[in-house]
Protein backbone atom coordinates (compact mmCIF):
# COMPACT_ATOMS: atom_id res chain seq x y z
CA UNK A 1 0.00 0.00 0.00
CA UNK A 2 1.25 3.13 -1.01
CA UNK A 3 0.91 6.06 1.23
CA UNK A 4 1.20 9.82 -0.07
CA UNK A 5 2.18 11.22 3.55
CA UNK A 6 5.38 8.88 3.91
CA UNK A 7 7.58 10.45 0.94
CA UNK A 8 10.42 11.31 2.16
CA UNK A 9 11.53 14.07 0.15
CA UNK A 10 8.32 15.97 1.03
CA UNK A 11 8.92 19.27 2.69
CA UNK A 12 7.01 21.38 4.43
CA UNK A 13 6.13 25.29 4.83
CA UNK A 14 6.44 25.26 8.59
CA UNK A 15 9.93 25.37 9.61
CA UNK A 16 11.00 21.95 10.67
CA UNK A 17 14.42 21.81 12.43
CA UNK A 18 16.88 19.37 11.36
CA UNK A 19 16.40 16.12 13.50
CA UNK A 20 12.97 17.45 14.84
CA UNK A 21 10.77 14.25 16.18
CA UNK A 22 7.64 15.92 13.45
CA UNK A 23 8.48 16.40 10.30
CA UNK A 24 6.00 16.25 7.67
CA UNK A 25 6.11 12.89 7.37
CA UNK A 26 4.59 12.00 11.38
CA UNK A 27 1.91 13.88 11.70
CA UNK A 28 1.10 12.31 14.75
CA UNK A 29 -2.01 12.36 16.51
CA UNK A 30 -2.69 14.66 19.70
CA UNK A 31 -5.22 16.80 22.05
CA UNK A 32 -4.03 19.90 23.52
CA UNK A 33 -5.53 23.37 25.39
CA UNK A 34 -3.89 26.62 25.65
CA UNK A 35 -4.10 29.20 28.29
CA UNK A 36 -6.09 31.78 25.70
CA UNK A 37 -8.24 29.28 24.48
CA UNK A 38 -9.10 26.06 27.29
CA UNK A 39 -11.04 23.93 25.35
CA UNK A 40 -9.56 20.51 24.58
CA UNK A 41 -8.95 20.51 21.08
CA UNK A 42 -7.04 17.63 18.32
CA UNK A 43 -4.02 18.05 16.78
CA UNK A 44 -1.36 17.07 14.90
CA UNK A 45 2.46 17.98 15.17
CA UNK A 46 5.10 19.45 12.93
CA UNK A 47 8.04 20.59 13.95
CA UNK A 48 7.95 22.92 17.21
CA UNK A 49 4.17 23.76 15.94
CA UNK A 50 0.86 22.46 17.40
CA UNK A 51 -1.94 22.66 14.07
CA UNK A 52 -5.01 22.90 16.03
CA UNK A 53 -7.42 20.33 13.34
CA UNK A 54 -10.53 21.73 15.02
CA UNK A 55 -9.80 25.74 12.94
CA UNK A 56 -8.61 23.64 9.74
CA UNK A 57 -12.14 21.64 10.03
CA UNK A 58 -13.99 24.61 10.29
CA UNK A 59 -12.20 26.16 8.19
CA UNK A 60 -13.48 23.91 4.77
CA UNK A 61 -9.85 22.40 4.92
CA UNK A 62 -11.33 18.56 5.28
CA UNK A 63 -14.15 18.92 2.71
CA UNK A 64 -14.93 15.78 0.66
CA UNK A 65 -13.70 13.18 3.85
CA UNK A 66 -16.92 12.96 5.22
CA UNK A 67 -15.94 13.81 9.03
CA UNK A 68 -18.64 14.43 11.84
CA UNK A 69 -19.46 17.74 13.10
CA UNK A 70 -16.98 18.35 15.82
CA UNK A 71 -14.84 15.12 15.75
CA UNK A 72 -11.96 17.20 16.54
CA UNK A 73 -13.67 19.12 19.37
CA UNK A 74 -13.01 16.57 21.68
CA UNK A 75 -11.23 16.03 24.40
CA UNK A 76 -10.06 12.59 23.77
CA UNK A 77 -9.02 10.94 20.49
CA UNK A 78 -11.26 8.26 20.80
CA UNK A 79 -14.10 9.30 18.17
CA UNK A 80 -11.57 10.54 15.85
CA UNK A 81 -9.82 6.85 16.02
CA UNK A 82 -13.41 5.36 16.14
CA UNK A 83 -13.69 6.02 12.42
CA UNK A 84 -10.98 3.53 11.91
CA UNK A 85 -7.37 3.73 10.17
CA UNK A 86 -8.75 4.34 6.59
CA UNK A 87 -10.10 7.62 7.65
CA UNK A 88 -7.36 8.18 9.88
CA UNK A 89 -5.14 7.62 7.05
CA UNK A 90 -7.21 10.07 4.19
CA UNK A 91 -7.00 12.92 7.37
CA UNK A 92 -3.34 12.11 7.82
CA UNK A 93 -3.35 12.43 3.81
CA UNK A 94 -4.63 15.29 3.71
CA UNK A 95 -2.41 17.35 6.45
CA UNK A 96 -0.08 16.34 4.73
CA UNK A 97 -1.15 18.10 1.28
CA UNK A 98 -2.33 21.31 3.30
CA UNK A 99 1.23 21.56 4.95
CA UNK A 100 3.55 20.69 2.02
CA UNK A 101 5.74 23.71 0.71
CA UNK A 102 3.73 24.63 -2.06
CA UNK A 103 0.50 25.05 -0.79
CA UNK A 104 0.31 29.20 -0.90
CA UNK A 105 -3.07 29.30 0.20
CA UNK A 106 -3.04 27.26 3.72
CA UNK A 107 -0.23 29.16 4.70
CA UNK A 108 -1.77 32.55 4.35
CA UNK A 109 -4.29 31.36 6.88
CA UNK A 110 -1.61 29.75 9.30
CA UNK A 111 -1.96 32.39 12.11
CA UNK A 112 -5.53 30.54 12.91
CA UNK A 113 -4.49 27.55 13.43
CA UNK A 114 -0.74 27.24 14.08
CA UNK A 115 0.23 27.38 17.33
CA UNK A 116 3.78 27.43 18.96
CA UNK A 117 4.49 23.91 20.88
CA UNK A 118 5.89 25.42 23.97
CA UNK A 119 2.39 27.95 24.72
CA UNK A 120 0.22 24.50 23.99
CA UNK A 121 -0.46 22.13 27.10
CA UNK A 122 -0.32 18.58 25.82
CA UNK A 123 -3.26 16.68 27.15
CA UNK A 124 -3.44 12.94 27.93
CA UNK A 125 -4.71 11.87 24.57
CA UNK A 126 -6.61 8.74 24.58
CA UNK A 127 -9.69 8.06 27.45
CA UNK A 128 -8.14 4.70 28.54
CA UNK A 129 -10.55 1.82 29.73
CA UNK A 130 -8.75 -0.68 29.85
CA UNK A 131 -4.76 -1.40 29.71
CA UNK A 132 -2.49 -4.84 29.46
CA UNK A 133 0.95 -5.15 29.87
CA UNK A 134 3.03 -7.72 28.12
CA UNK A 135 6.05 -8.80 28.75
CA UNK A 136 7.27 -9.87 25.22
CA UNK A 137 11.51 -8.96 25.47
CA UNK A 138 13.33 -12.31 25.06
CA UNK A 139 16.16 -10.33 26.61
CA UNK A 140 13.96 -9.01 29.68
CA UNK A 141 12.44 -11.72 30.43
CA UNK A 142 15.61 -14.04 29.95
CA UNK A 143 17.75 -11.31 32.45
CA UNK A 144 14.80 -11.12 35.24
CA UNK A 145 14.21 -15.02 35.06
CA UNK A 146 18.13 -15.45 35.59
CA UNK A 147 18.28 -13.05 38.63
CA UNK A 148 15.77 -14.44 40.47
CA UNK A 149 15.80 -18.29 39.48
CA UNK A 150 18.58 -18.67 38.13
CA UNK A 151 20.77 -19.15 34.42
CA UNK A 152 19.17 -22.91 34.14
CA UNK A 153 15.34 -22.12 34.72
CA UNK A 154 15.18 -18.21 33.41
CA UNK A 155 12.35 -18.73 31.24
CA UNK A 156 9.10 -20.32 32.64
CA UNK A 157 8.09 -23.14 30.54
CA UNK A 158 4.96 -21.04 28.38
CA UNK A 159 7.15 -18.00 27.42
CA UNK A 160 7.68 -19.19 24.08
CA UNK A 161 4.34 -20.51 23.48
CA UNK A 162 2.42 -17.26 24.00
CA UNK A 163 2.74 -13.62 24.93
CA UNK A 164 2.56 -13.43 28.40
CA UNK A 165 0.89 -10.52 29.96
CA UNK A 166 -1.25 -9.22 33.13
CA UNK A 167 -4.17 -6.72 33.26
CA UNK A 168 -2.72 -3.27 34.70
CA UNK A 169 -4.82 -0.65 35.69
CA UNK A 170 -5.57 2.17 33.17
CA UNK A 171 -7.04 5.14 35.45
CA UNK A 172 -2.92 5.96 36.80
CA UNK A 173 -2.04 6.49 33.08
CA UNK A 174 -0.34 10.03 32.56
CA UNK A 175 0.98 12.14 29.80
CA UNK A 176 4.29 13.06 30.13
CA UNK A 177 5.17 15.77 32.17
CA UNK A 178 3.18 14.60 35.35
CA UNK A 179 5.40 14.09 38.49
CA UNK A 180 5.18 10.70 39.96
CA UNK A 181 5.01 10.10 43.79
CA UNK A 182 7.46 7.30 45.16
CA UNK A 183 4.57 4.59 46.35
CA UNK A 184 4.53 3.47 49.69
CA UNK A 185 4.01 -0.45 50.39
CA UNK A 186 4.65 -3.74 51.89
CA UNK A 187 7.82 -4.91 51.00
CA UNK A 188 9.89 -7.77 53.24
CA UNK A 189 13.21 -6.89 54.28
CA UNK A 190 16.26 -8.62 53.38
CA UNK A 191 16.76 -11.76 55.76
CA UNK A 192 13.25 -10.50 57.31
CA UNK A 193 9.99 -13.12 58.06
CA UNK A 194 7.80 -10.22 58.75
CA UNK A 195 6.95 -7.14 55.84
CA UNK A 196 7.78 -3.57 56.74
CA UNK A 197 5.59 -0.66 55.41
CA UNK A 198 7.13 2.44 53.93
CA UNK A 199 8.25 4.33 51.04
CA UNK A 200 9.44 2.11 48.22
CA UNK A 201 13.25 1.55 47.91
CA UNK A 202 13.40 -0.12 44.40
CA UNK A 203 11.41 2.20 42.80
CA UNK A 204 12.71 1.28 38.61
CA UNK A 205 11.41 2.55 35.20
CA UNK A 206 10.07 0.14 32.60
CA UNK A 207 11.05 1.37 28.90
CA UNK A 208 8.02 -0.18 27.14
CA UNK A 209 5.99 0.82 24.15
CA UNK A 210 1.80 0.81 24.24
CA UNK A 211 -0.49 0.35 21.14
CA UNK A 212 -3.88 1.80 20.75
CA UNK A 213 -6.95 0.18 19.76
CA UNK A 214 -9.39 2.17 17.23
CA UNK A 215 -11.78 -0.79 16.24
CA UNK A 216 -14.37 -3.34 18.78
CA UNK A 217 -14.11 -6.96 18.52
CA UNK A 218 -17.19 -8.33 19.59
CA UNK A 219 -17.25 -10.63 22.82
CA UNK A 220 -16.65 -13.94 22.10
CA UNK A 221 -15.24 -13.37 18.55
CA UNK A 222 -11.64 -13.54 18.28
CA UNK A 223 -9.27 -11.07 16.43
CA UNK A 224 -7.22 -13.33 14.10
CA UNK A 225 -3.37 -12.52 13.83
CA UNK A 226 -3.97 -11.68 10.10
CA UNK A 227 -6.07 -8.59 10.99
CA UNK A 228 -4.77 -7.29 13.87
CA UNK A 229 -2.97 -4.80 12.20
CA UNK A 230 -6.31 -3.04 11.30
CA UNK A 231 -7.15 -2.58 14.90
CA UNK A 232 -3.91 -0.80 16.09
CA UNK A 233 -4.74 2.97 15.53
CA UNK A 234 -0.91 4.18 16.36
CA UNK A 235 2.27 3.53 19.07
CA UNK A 236 3.12 6.01 22.58
CA UNK A 237 6.13 5.21 24.44
CA UNK A 238 5.12 3.87 27.67
CA UNK A 239 7.17 3.98 31.30
CA UNK A 240 5.80 1.34 32.92
CA UNK A 241 7.08 2.85 36.54
CA UNK A 242 7.70 -0.15 39.01
CA UNK A 243 8.53 -1.02 42.89
CA UNK A 244 10.16 -3.74 42.68
CA UNK A 245 10.57 -4.63 46.45
CA UNK A 246 6.37 -3.81 46.51
CA UNK A 247 6.35 -6.11 43.43
CA UNK A 248 8.81 -8.78 44.94
CA UNK A 249 6.67 -9.25 47.89
CA UNK A 250 2.96 -9.02 46.82
CA UNK A 251 3.40 -11.04 42.85
CA UNK A 252 2.36 -14.28 43.97
CA UNK A 253 0.38 -16.27 42.66
CA UNK A 254 -1.50 -13.19 40.73
CA UNK A 255 0.92 -11.56 39.29
CA UNK A 256 1.29 -7.24 39.57
CA UNK A 257 -0.64 -5.36 41.58
CA UNK A 258 0.21 -2.23 43.48
CA UNK A 259 4.37 -2.30 42.22
CA UNK A 260 3.17 -1.10 39.34
CA UNK A 261 -0.43 0.79 39.24
CA UNK A 262 0.69 3.93 40.98
CA UNK A 263 1.14 5.47 37.65
CA UNK A 264 2.42 4.53 33.93
CA UNK A 265 3.83 7.78 32.08
CA UNK A 266 2.76 7.63 28.08
CA UNK A 267 4.00 10.16 25.68
CA UNK A 268 1.20 13.26 24.54
CA UNK A 269 1.11 12.20 20.34
CA UNK A 270 0.29 8.91 19.03
CA UNK A 271 2.20 8.23 15.96
CA UNK A 272 0.32 6.08 13.60
CA UNK A 273 0.61 2.66 12.49
CA UNK A 274 0.59 4.64 8.76
CA UNK A 275 3.43 6.93 9.54
CA UNK A 276 5.59 3.82 10.67
CA UNK A 277 5.06 2.05 7.92
CA UNK A 278 8.45 2.41 5.86
CA UNK A 279 10.53 0.89 9.47
CA UNK A 280 8.79 -2.31 9.46
CA UNK A 281 11.03 -5.21 9.40
CA UNK A 282 11.10 -8.86 10.97
CA UNK A 283 11.04 -9.62 13.86
CA UNK A 284 13.50 -12.28 15.51
CA UNK A 285 13.02 -16.03 14.81
CA UNK A 286 10.50 -18.00 16.69
CA UNK A 287 11.39 -21.17 18.08
CA UNK A 288 9.56 -23.68 18.82
CA UNK A 289 6.89 -22.57 15.85
CA UNK A 290 4.22 -20.83 17.48
CA UNK A 291 0.27 -22.48 17.62
CA UNK A 292 -1.44 -22.24 14.20
CA UNK A 293 -3.32 -18.91 16.08
CA UNK A 294 -0.12 -16.93 16.64
CA UNK A 295 1.68 -18.19 13.24
CA UNK A 296 1.99 -14.78 11.13
CA UNK A 297 4.48 -14.48 7.81
CA UNK A 298 5.79 -11.45 6.83
CA UNK A 299 7.34 -8.33 8.99
CA UNK A 300 5.67 -7.21 11.97
CA UNK A 301 7.73 -5.37 14.22
CA UNK A 302 9.10 -1.57 13.86
CA UNK A 303 12.36 -0.28 13.65
CA UNK A 304 12.37 1.99 16.18
CA UNK A 305 15.73 3.39 18.17
CA UNK A 306 14.69 4.09 21.93
CA UNK A 307 16.35 5.51 24.99
CA UNK A 308 16.12 6.38 28.57
CA UNK A 309 17.93 9.53 30.40
CA UNK A 310 17.85 10.05 33.90
CA UNK A 311 18.19 13.65 34.64
CA UNK A 312 18.64 13.94 38.23
CA UNK A 313 17.55 17.42 40.48
CA UNK A 314 19.71 20.26 38.74
CA UNK A 315 22.05 18.34 36.80
CA UNK A 316 22.39 17.19 33.32
CA UNK A 317 20.65 13.67 31.77
CA UNK A 318 22.53 10.96 31.24
CA UNK A 319 21.83 8.11 28.55
CA UNK A 320 21.82 5.11 30.68
CA UNK A 321 19.83 2.97 27.84
CA UNK A 322 19.84 2.59 24.19
CA UNK A 323 17.14 -0.14 22.85
CA UNK A 324 15.33 -0.68 19.83
CA UNK A 325 11.47 -1.66 19.53
CA UNK A 326 12.47 -4.35 16.88
CA UNK A 327 13.87 -6.33 19.56
CA UNK A 328 10.68 -7.74 20.89
CA UNK A 329 10.22 -11.41 19.88
CA UNK A 330 6.10 -11.45 20.25
CA UNK A 331 4.76 -8.93 17.94
CA UNK A 332 1.74 -6.66 18.55
CA UNK A 333 -0.39 -8.44 15.85
CA UNK A 334 0.14 -11.74 18.52
CA UNK A 335 -0.40 -9.75 21.26
CA UNK A 336 -3.41 -8.84 20.05
CA UNK A 337 -4.14 -12.15 18.73
CA UNK A 338 -3.67 -13.93 22.00
CA UNK A 339 -5.69 -11.28 23.92
CA UNK A 340 -8.85 -11.92 22.30
CA UNK A 341 -8.31 -15.57 21.16
CA UNK A 342 -10.91 -16.90 24.02
CA UNK A 343 -13.43 -14.26 23.23
CA UNK A 344 -12.23 -10.56 25.22
CA UNK A 345 -13.72 -8.13 23.20
CA UNK A 346 -11.08 -4.95 22.49
CA UNK A 347 -12.51 -1.95 23.12
CA UNK A 348 -11.00 1.77 21.37
CA UNK A 349 -8.91 3.27 23.33
CA UNK A 350 -7.73 0.30 24.65
CA UNK A 351 -3.77 0.32 25.39
CA UNK A 352 -1.69 -2.47 25.18
CA UNK A 353 2.02 -2.14 26.55
CA UNK A 354 4.86 -4.06 25.07
CA UNK A 355 6.80 -5.34 28.25
CA UNK A 356 10.40 -4.01 29.30
CA UNK A 357 12.20 -3.78 25.79
CA UNK A 358 15.54 -4.92 26.65
CA UNK A 359 18.67 -5.26 23.92
CA UNK A 360 21.18 -8.30 23.82
CA UNK A 361 23.51 -5.84 25.48
CA UNK A 362 23.98 -4.74 28.33
CA UNK A 363 23.34 -1.13 27.33
CA UNK A 364 20.57 -1.94 26.21
CA UNK A 365 18.48 -3.12 29.41
CA UNK A 366 15.36 -1.45 29.84
CA UNK A 367 14.93 -1.15 33.54
CA UNK A 368 17.23 0.00 36.19
CA UNK A 369 16.74 -3.70 37.32
CA UNK A 370 18.54 -5.14 34.82
CA UNK A 371 21.24 -2.32 34.01
CA UNK A 372 22.24 -2.59 37.95
CA UNK A 373 21.65 -5.76 37.84
CA UNK A 374 19.93 -6.15 41.25
CA UNK A 375 21.46 -3.07 42.47
CA UNK A 376 24.61 -4.97 42.47
CA UNK A 377 26.23 -2.81 39.83
CA UNK A 378 25.45 0.55 39.97
CA UNK A 379 25.05 3.20 37.38
CA UNK A 380 27.64 5.98 37.12
CA UNK A 381 25.52 9.66 35.96
CA UNK A 382 27.24 12.22 34.37
CA UNK A 383 27.46 14.05 37.49
CA UNK A 384 29.45 11.98 38.99
CA UNK A 385 26.74 10.22 41.10
CA UNK A 386 25.40 6.98 41.43
CA UNK A 387 22.21 5.03 41.13
CA UNK A 388 21.47 1.42 41.99
CA UNK A 389 17.54 2.58 41.26
CA UNK A 390 15.71 6.15 40.99
CA UNK A 391 16.24 8.69 44.08
CA UNK A 392 13.47 11.77 44.68
CA UNK A 393 13.82 14.09 42.21
CA UNK A 394 15.17 11.98 39.20
CA UNK A 395 13.23 12.83 36.22
CA UNK A 396 13.62 9.88 33.67
CA UNK A 397 13.32 10.88 30.13
CA UNK A 398 11.82 8.08 27.24
CA UNK A 399 12.49 8.54 23.82
CA UNK A 400 11.51 6.67 20.16
CA UNK A 401 12.51 7.56 16.83
CA UNK A 402 12.83 6.05 13.28
CA UNK A 403 14.92 7.15 11.04
CA UNK A 404 14.84 7.25 7.32
CA UNK A 405 18.54 7.42 4.89
CA UNK A 406 18.35 10.88 4.21
CA UNK A 407 17.86 12.04 8.35
CA UNK A 408 14.19 12.51 8.07
CA UNK A 409 12.96 11.10 11.92
CA UNK A 410 9.43 9.78 12.69
CA UNK A 411 9.71 10.61 16.75
CA UNK A 412 7.37 10.12 19.43
CA UNK A 413 8.39 13.27 21.76
CA UNK A 414 9.25 12.44 25.11
CA UNK A 415 7.83 10.88 28.03
CA UNK A 416 8.98 12.36 30.86
CA UNK A 417 8.13 11.80 34.43
CA UNK A 418 9.80 13.50 37.97
CA UNK A 419 9.94 11.28 40.86
CA UNK A 420 8.17 13.18 43.93
CA UNK A 421 9.23 11.89 47.41
CA UNK A 422 6.69 9.17 49.10
CA UNK A 423 3.72 11.02 51.02
CA UNK A 424 4.47 10.01 54.57
MN1 LIG B 1 5.90 -3.67 32.36
Same mark, same amino acid.
Given at each position: ?160 ? /? &? ?5 ? @? ?6 ? *????? +?? !? ?104 ? /? &? ?5 ? @? ?6 ? *????? +?? !? ?104 ? /? &????
Amino acid at each position: MKIPANDPSLRSWVPVQEGSDFPIQNLPFGVFRTAANPEPRVATAIGDQVVDLAVLHDLAYFDGLDLPKGIFRQRWLNPFMALGREKGRAVRNRLSELLREDNEDVRHHAAHFLIPMDRAELLLPVNVGDYTDFYSSLEHATNVGTMFRGKDNALMPNWKW /L &PVGYHGR @ASSIVVSG *TPVRR +PC !GQYLPQGEEKPAFGPSRLLDFELEMAFVLCRENPLGQPVSVHEAEDYIFGLVLFNDWSARDIQKWEYVPLGPFLGKSFASTISPWVVTLDALEPFRVPGPKQDPEP /L &PYLRCEG @AHNFDIHL *TVDIQ +PE !GADATTVCRSNFRYLYWSMCQQLAHHTVNGCNMRVGDMCASGTISGPTPDAYGSMLELTWRGTRPLKLADGSERKFLLDGDTVIMRGWCQHENGVRIGFGDAAGKV /L &PARE
